[in-house]
């Protein structure tokens, strides 16, 4: 695992679009095929994806995003046939790849609509590409909508035979999630490095950029983070090899904390290179645009969070994050958090999403106060900066009674819409202009 996260940050620092083929290919479509014995030709399908034949992972949904649980695209398993209805969007290299990995609600005799993994052909007759979705980023690879109607597989194709295909889904996602990190140090670490190297030369009078005190320290926060990254992967890792599988809360927390850094060390990068920073010349404004995705796909950052923050308040979970902080040696950060929270809403979204970033910066000390993820000089550099960071979050928790906040921002909003809605710059906002009729 380690040496593939390497090699996926290695590629990122390059090229976001090929870390992303990697991750894909391997991290989310492969391990649904290699759990999966039973289909046929299996190691032949194997071989060819390791010498070429893409394969594309096939979740997500017009009406089934963040919450993937509420797909749609039907399953009918009939005797020795699995007949697949349903449109899926954004799905990565799909129009290249030899293989589809898609996920459906199987319908037909005992089937009790449980969600299942299918091995699809590209070239099955009634699976259609129908558009290629131009993306702010990621541009090296495309992103399509796949149109099934009524795509007819052998029922051997079916992955998860008898059990609940959530699981391997699920367990994809999280490999995947760890491979969006990966991909989020890559990118930072090279935004970093080009901006030192302009900073180190251009000169702002009479001194080097690198030279004046606040860019000295700008430079010290981003490497700080990148410390941090790099040693929540470290044990994201350790886990996989210690347990088998990823771990959830840890694959989430990293996840987010990589892509959050990345586009906030990317847009820090621009900044500093001043106008070469928005020209596309330099690389450092094409990390900008394709370190974006890393906070959306494998759950986007509030979705992620407020799961973390679900699990550390709720009873059934606690256990679990209290074990995952037994053994990084910080049972007491857990304890601090629960201490914290007694008493706030355990449904109210802000504060699920507060809980959620105290699980993953409480995780991140975690790891950076064992020391055995990190073995540079500015470890405990990196760790004060994660106390830091938890402090400024405490500074601005939620309000354990938030109803009359809540009252005000719906009243803001909708002032602002009314004036706006009768202003002479007021757009028509039908979902032809907004474009969002494709995913209709
Ligand atoms: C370039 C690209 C490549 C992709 N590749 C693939 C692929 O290969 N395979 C695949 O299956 N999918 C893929 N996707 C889809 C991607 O995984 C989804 O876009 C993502 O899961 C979010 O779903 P959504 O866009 O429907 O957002 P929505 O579900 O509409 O959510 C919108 C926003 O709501 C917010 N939100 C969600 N939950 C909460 C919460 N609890 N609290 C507060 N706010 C919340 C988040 O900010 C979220 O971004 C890709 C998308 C893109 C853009």
Redesign the pocket.
């Known amino acids: 695992m380690q040496e593939a996260i390497d090699l996926i940050a290695a590629t990122a620092s390059f090229d976001v679009s090929a870390a992303s083929t990697l991750v894909?290919h391997n991290f989310l479509a492969l391990p649904c095929i290699e759990a999966a014995p039973h289909i046929p030709e299996q190691r032949h399908v194997m071989w060819g994806a390791t010498r070429g034949d893409l394969c594309?992972?096939?979740?997500?949904e017009p009406g089934a995003?963040?919450?993937?649980r509420h797909i749609e695209a039907s399953a009918f398993l009939h005797e020795d046939r699995v007949r697949i209805s349903g449109r899926?969007i954004?799905?990565?290299?799909a129009d290249w790849a030899r293989w589809i990995v898609c996920f459906a609600r199987a319908s037909g005799p005992d089937a009790k609509g449980r969600f299942v993994g299918v091995l699809v052909d590209r070239q099955a007759p009634g699976l259609n590409v129908t558009h290629e979705h131009r993306?702010l980023g990621?541009r090296g690879i495309i992103?399509n909508t796949l149109d099934f109607q009524d795509v007819e597989v052998p029922s051997a194709y079916v992955l998860s035979r008898d059990q609940d295909g959530w699981g391997a889904a699920a367990s994809s996602m999280n490999r995947g999630r760890i491979g969006v990190a990966a991909m989020g140090l890559g990118a930072l670490e090279r935004a970093i490095q080009v901006a030192a190297s302009y900073a180190s030369h251009r000169r702002l009078g009479k001194l080097r950029m690198i030279e004046n005190s606040y860019i000295e320290q700008l430079f010290e926060q981003m490497v700080l983070r990148r410390e941090v990254v790099k040693a929540m992967l470290g044990a994201s890792c350790r886990l996989v090899s210690a347990q088998g599988t990823p771990n959830v809360h840890l694959a989430s927390a990293t996840k987010v904390l990589s892509s959050e850094w990345c586009g906030l060390v990317a847009d820090q990068c621009v900044q500093l290179l001043g106008g070469r920073g928005y020209d596309e010349g330099t690389p450092v404004a094409k990390i900008y645009r394709d370190a974006r995705?890393l906070r959306?796909?494998?759950?986007?950052?509030?979705?992620l969070l407020?799961h973390l923050g679900r699990c550390l308040l709720s009873r059934a979970t606690r256990d679990e994050i209290a074990d995952l902080f037994l053994s990084l040696g910080a049972a007491p950060v857990h304890a601090a958090a629960i201490e914290e929270l007694s008493g706030l809403n355990e449904t109210d979204?802000a504060v699920?999403?507060y809980a959620g970033w105290l699980t993953t910066l409480g995780l991140a000390q975690a790891v950076m106060s064992t020391g055995r993820f990190s073995a540079s000089d500015c470890a405990a550099a990196a760790a004060d900066l994660v106390s830091s960071e938890l402090a400024t979050l405490r500074s601005r928790a939620p309000a354990r009674l938030s109803f009359e906040g809540r009252i005000r921002a719906s009243r803001i909003l909708n002032t602002f819409l009314q004036d706006a809605a009768s202003s002479i710059r007021s757009p028509v906002l039908t979902d032809d202009y907004l474009k969002l009729v494709q995913y209709v």
Not at 56 to 60: D, K, S, V, W
């Open positions: 894909i594309a992972f096939a979740l997500t995003g963040s919450a993937p899926k954004w799905i990565g290299l993306t990621l992103q995705i959306i796909f494998e759950g986007p950052t509030e979705t407020s979204g699920l999403i």
